[in-house]
Each structure stands twice: as C-alpha cells, then as structure tokens.
C-alpha cells in the first residue's frame, strides 16, 4: 500500500468509522487491509477499496471487526481499568453524599467478560471498595448475550489474562476448558438489554459514575454516534466519565464531552456545569 | 554530495484544519523549513492533542465540523494550563474585517486569508514561533 | 462483598415514550427561558416532535451554551425532514461559525435530504456558501459528487471554492475528474496551493482506481 492509497483508506475509515490512522500505523493498517483481502480473495488494492466503499456484503463491518479482534476476555485494555482505580473512583468519591453507591456501566458488554472484569478489578485493586456500595451494571442489545452473560460460563481464552489465583477465587471449574464465574458475582451485576440510540430505554437505566463503552460507536452511522452521545451524557451523572474503545475518540463525534487525560488513559467528562461557546 | 540539511529548530506546530489537503500541504512547507508537524482535524481533537503534547504554534482553520476553530479558540484562552498561552495563527478563507475582528476577539494572535503563499506560511511561523526568518 | 444489585435499572420496554404527548408549551418556554439543563433537556424532548423544528432553529440563534445548541442539531438531523435541511442550510450564512459548522454537521447527517438541495447551494452568490456546499459533497455517492465537484471547478473562479471541491476529489473522485482536476492546475495564475492540492488528487485518484479492473495482479 503506497501513500496515497494509505491516504485515501484512512479518509474514508474517518468519515464512515471516526477511526483515524496516522502515519506510524501505517504498518498496522496495512496488516488488516492484507488479511481482507486474501479473505475476501481480492486482486488488488484498488479492487478491495471499490469492495469496502460500496460495502459489498458487508465489507466495512468486516474491516472494523478486523481493528478491534472481535472477542471478549478478562481484563482486556487493562489500562482502562488501572484508570478506573486509580484516577476516576477518587474523583467520583469527593464529596458524595452518604449512602449513595457508585454506579458504574458496561454498555454494550457482550457475553458478560467487561463487567466481571469491573468488579473482580475493584475487588482486587481498589483499596476502598470496602467503603462504598457499587452498582455494576451490563447492558447489550443482543439478548442472546446478555443471557450468556448471566448465565457466566467461560472457556480458556476468555481466562488467559487471569492468573492462577484469581481464577480460583472467583470461577468454579466446569470441565477440563470451562468454568462458571461464582454465584456471588453473578447475582451481584445486573444485566438487561438496551439500544444505545434509545433514548427511552436508555434513561430506564439511571445515571452512572463511570460508563465503558468501547468499539460499538464505530459501527454506527454519523446521526446514529450523535444520538448515542447524547443518551450517554444524560446516562453520566455531573462529572462522570466515559470510557471509548482505543481506536475511538469523542471528538470525532460530539462536543458535549471534556477530554481529560489521566497517568492510564484518556477518557471524556460530563461538565459539572454548563459551557458556553 | 549530501545536500546542505536546513537548520532544524524543532519547533513543535499544531496545523488544525479538516481539509486534509491544507494539512498535507502545511505539513511539507513546514517540515521542510525544520519545524515538527502534527495534526488535528477539529477543535476539540486540538484539545485532546494539546493534554499530549506541547507545542509552540497553533495553526488554526475557522470554519471546522464538531468544533469550529474560533470556539477552540475561546476554550483554549481559558484553559488553566500552559496550553492557553500558545500562540496561534489563523488561516481563513474569509476576508473580510468583521471575519478578522471576530477571529482576533477569540484569541487568535493573528490572521491570514487562503490560500497561502508558501514563504507566507514560513514567514508568519517562523516570526510566531521566534525563530530567525 | 461490596458489590451490590441495583434494582432500579432495567425494564426499558415498560419505561414510557417520551413522544407521547409531550407538552410543546411548556417545552419551548423551558428551551426559550430555562436553566442550560432545562433547555438541553426541552430541546431533546421536542427532537421527536416534527412540527417543532422550527422553534429549535430559532432557539439557535440567542443560544450560547454549546450543549444546548448540539442537542438542538441533533434533534433537528435526527428529525431529518425537509424544512430541517432548509432551516440548517439558511444557517450556513450566520455570522457565527459555531452556527456554520454545526449546521454542516447536523446537514451531513441527513444525506436523504442532499441531493435536491446542494446543486443550487453550489451556485449561490456567496462564495463562503459554495465553499461550505462542497464539504456536503462528501455524503453523496463517489460518482454523484465526482460530477459535481468537476462541474464546480469548471466554471468556479474563487480558489479557495476551487480547493474545497478538489480535496472531496482527493477523498473520493473517481477517474472521470483526472482531466478536470489537470485543466484546474494549468489555468495562469493558479495559486500554489491548488497546483499542489490538483497533484495530490490526481495521485490518489489514480492510486484507488489504476489497477481495480486488473484480475489476478
């Protein structure tokens, strides 16, 4: 792939995905882009950039799946979550009223391994998770997930990023490749399901302190992201954050949003007060 | 024979525009008189590229999707970190006074109209930026 | 452990339709008189009302809070409607480029409502608004914009029209647009950004489509 073939894929990854490519990626880029086409059995470069452009058989759904490694395992972009711990829960604690729990989000969560990571997370790594009541909850759109997701059963891949002990501590081995996540975690996260460009059911939901919402927005189409992003800040309490995938960034998509940068992670803030222009 | 390489003062520029053709062409005109280059194609990317990295230009376009570069402007100048006292150069395709005024009351330090001769664009990031023209 | 159930989230299916009767009075005082809550809240709720769309461009005008006025061009690309595509497009003379560039975004949202629209908008007096026009370009299908943003560079006399037409070329123009693109950088007196922006298009153009007939390559 030559500059300007590198140039104008990334153009149009931005305008249909808000993904953006630079330069030094171009290698990275240029991996997926190979593996399509030898998928897709297509001769040229030319020819798979006609392919994607006109979404033949859903090619662009394809490509993004091909950037975000479509599979789900604990503690996955664990960066995030060393954020969660250390920077967003301190924040979210100054001077909140008693009795009040934290309420933390994993939207869309797939088959249950984001919010389990959350709490075993907490649990592990958050020296004042004694103190507070937590409310985690997973939504996805897909209800055959969802009941995955309670349900918690998990096979190897899903584990490889867990160690021996925490493993132990909290699955309960199935078989040979399988365990079952304890029944202490499962009846302790909440799932349901939910269109993210539904502002009715997505307000059913109540706010949050924090919301993950990583390599869903990407899929969508540009007025689709806007309405997305509006239901997301009316889902943030004053000063909650949001959590975006890494190839993701809110200001592709929306200005509602501030940009804050932490030792572990750039992630976005709803305003504690209102912004003029 | 290696040619004469041109004094590099690393000075550290951000060219905001969504045009990516502007971008492009600054970047050349400016990596070739030794300047470093990144990009941004909105104001609030700016924003974002500002918690990175420093600079010491902003070269900013007006007219930008998500967020216009006049109210980046005003963001910027009322920022509480160093960010906020970066000098920045605007580059409009509008001409007129109300245009430049408007620009210069959000921030801007100051204002070229499009499209750019390319000892223009040096001339003025060099001057900015403090670096012998 | 900590970790507790919430037992308030859930059963979206039997939360209530927010467009059910809502209640325009009170919405538009709210949009026009509230706290930036309030009128961010009013403008999402008469987003579902499409007889209210030309009360939220209205409220556009006096508004300053800048989440207030995306919730409005949300609305308003989500109502996605003709006479939204007219109230946004009269926005792209405002004064305020705040106004321009979210009219612009809320425009490429509707991609339904383009077409009709943008031949005219190509044409008009202003050569601020063609110029903004031909961004719109982007949304149409590659061979629809190709020809209009070949047909802008025939006859536009502005450079900086000129250069927003070739960088939508750039992004998606297909090969009928090389020979425009060369006529645009020989004409005397072309600027040196065009010369350069005209190259750079043509490149690209040739890169996405060269070999695309080739099989087996």
Request: with cysteine; charged share 25%.
């Amino acid at each position: 792939m030559n500059e300007d073939e590198f140039r104008r894929l990334c153009d149009f990854i931005y305008r249909r995905t808000g993904m953006v490519f630079t330069e030094a990626r171009r290698y990275y880029v240029e991996r997926r882009v190979t593996e399509r086409r030898s998928a897709t059995n297509t001769a040229s470069f030319a020819a798979y950039f006609a392919r994607l452009r006109r979404d033949l058989d859903g090619e662009v759904e394809q490509f993004i799946n091909a950037f975000t490694v479509n599979e789900t395992y604990f503690f996955r972009e664990e960066h995030q979550l060393r954020c969660l711990s250390g920077d967003l829960l301190a924040r979210r604690i100054e001077a909140r009223p008693a009795g009040r729990p934290l309420r933390i989000w994993s939207v869309p969560c797939s088959t249950g391994e984001e919010p389990y990571s959350i709490a075993i997370w907490l649990l592990e790594n958050w020296p004042m998770v004694d103190a507070f009541e937590i409310e985690i909850v997973g939504s996805d759109i897909d209800t055959r997930v969802i009941e995955a997701a309670r349900a918690g059963h998990f096979g190897r891949r899903a584990l490889m990023r867990l160690s021996e002990p925490l493993i132990a501590k909290y699955f309960e081995p199935e078989g040979p490749e399988s365990w079952r996540i304890i029944a202490e975690l499962r009846n302790s996260i909440d799932f349901t399901t939910v269109n993210l460009v539904d502002a009715a059911g997505m307000r059913a939901h109540g706010v949050f302190d924090v919301i993950f919402c990583r390599n869903v927005l990407i899929y969508f189409d540009d007025a689709s992201r806007r309405i997305a992003a509006e239901n997301l800040y009316d889902n943030l309490m004053p000063g909650g954050f949001l959590c975006l995938g890494h190839s993701e960034s809110m200001s592709r998509i929306s200005p509602l949003f501030d940009v804050c940068r932490y030792a572990d992670a750039i992630v976005y803030q709803r305003p504690r007060e209102p912004r003029h222009g | 024979m290696a040619e004469a390489e041109p004094i590099r003062s690393g000075r550290r520029v951000l060219v905001i525009d969504d045009a990516s053709l502007v971008r492009l062409y600054y970047r050349q005109l400016l990596e070739d008189d030794g300047f470093v280059v990144e990009e941004a194609l909105n104001g609030l990317e700016a924003l974002e590229a500002l918690l990175v990295g420093p600079f010491d230009l902003l070269i900013v376009d007006v007219n930008m999707p998500r967020m216009d570069g006049l109210t980046f402007l005003r963001t910027l100048r009322r920022l509480t970190s160093a960010a906020a006292a970066i000098p920045a150069l605007v580059t409009s395709t509008e001409a007129a006074a109300q245009d430049r005024e408007a620009a210069r009351a959000a921030g801007a330090n100051f204002y070229l109209v499009k499209p750019l001769e390319p000892e223009v664009l040096t001339l003025h990031a060099r001057l900015m930026c403090g670096v012998p023209a | 452990m900590p970790l507790i159930r919430p037992k308030a989230a859930g059963a979206p299916a039997s939360s209530p339709d927010p467009r059910t009767a809502p209640d325009v009075a009170a919405l538009k005082a709210a949009l026009q008189h509230g706290t930036p809550d309030a009128r961010r809240a009013a403008a999402r709720a008469l987003a579902g009302v499409p007889e209210a769309a030309g009360l939220l461009a209205a409220a556009l005008a006096g508004e300053e809070d800048i989440r207030v006025r995306e919730a409005i061009f949300t609305g308003l690309a989500g109502l996605g409607t003709g006479e939204c595509a007219d109230l946004l497009l009269a926005l792209l003379r405002s004064p305020d480029a705040g106004l321009r560039g979210g009219a612009l975004d809320a425009l490429a949202a509707m991609p339904a409502r383009l077409p009709a629209r943008l031949p005219a908008l190509l044409r008009d007096d202003d050569p601020d608004v063609r110029l903004l026009a031909c961004g719109l370009a982007r949304v149409l299908a590659s061979d629809e914009a190709t020809a209009l943003m070949c047909a802008v560079l025939e006859r536009e006399a502005e450079p900086n029209v000129c250069a927003a037409a070739v960088d939508v070329l750039a992004e998606l123009g297909e090969p009928q647009a090389l020979p425009v693109l060369a006529r645009c950088a020989a004409r005397p007196g072309a600027p040196a950004f065009l010369v350069f922006a005209t190259g750079i298009a043509m490149r690209r153009i040739r890169a996405a489509s060269d070999r695309a007939g080739e099989a087996g390559a």
